[in-house]
């Protein structure tokens, strides 16, 4: 019996899941680091905008650069996802 072809993984839409989720990641680590802070939601805001900074202009800059990076991530998920998934399949 042959093997039904998997599906492909859309680029596009991994793209927007990494986005999405990268720029809600950030936001949370920008209210938790804004209501006090802990190492991990500094590490997140310093990653994506200047140490330290709390304003208006760090928090567009960090969700634009999430959403950046999250994209970019994705794709590159959905890439290798789509490389490797005939990997393990035997061919006849």
Sequence with gaps: MAH???????VFHASLLGAL??????????????MGGAPPTRAVVAFFGPNGALSP??????????????AMAG????LCGNLLQDLGRRRS
Aim: glycine share 8%; proline share 3%.
């Design 4 to 10: 039904a072809d998997r599906p492909r993984h859309s």
């Design 21 to 34: 989720v990268l720029a809600v990641i950030f936001l949370l680590s920008w209210v938790g680091e804004a």
């Design 57 to 70: 202009r760090v928090l567009l800059q960090g969700v634009a650069w999430a959403i950046a990076f999250g």
């Design 75 to 78: 794709a590159l998920l959905a």
